[in-house]
């Protein structure tokens, strides 16, 4: 499992696109969208599961 942390942003997609093409499709994208258009980066990759900034450190500091 991968958590890529600003994953629709423009260092975290290119991470994230590579690690896609090497196969790797278990990963955790963790960004704030907010109204930006960001989400459409994402449109074309393979993840897991989407988090919001807060929500993911809220479940890392105390559990889901």
């Given at each position: 499992m991968y958590i890529?942390?600003?994953g629709a942003g423009f260092r975290g997609s290119a991470l994230?696109?590579?690690l896609n093409q090497m196969g790797?499709?278990?990963i955790i994208?963790?960004?704030r969208l907010g109204k930006s258009e960001k989400?459409?980066?994402l449109g074309?990759?393979?993840y897991t599961d989407y988090f919001h900034k807060d929500t993911f450190m809220e479940v890392m500091l105390?559990?889901?």
């Open positions: 890529v942390n600003g994230f696109w590579q790797v499709q278990d994208v963790v960004y989400w459409r980066d074309n990759l393979a105390h559990g889901e």
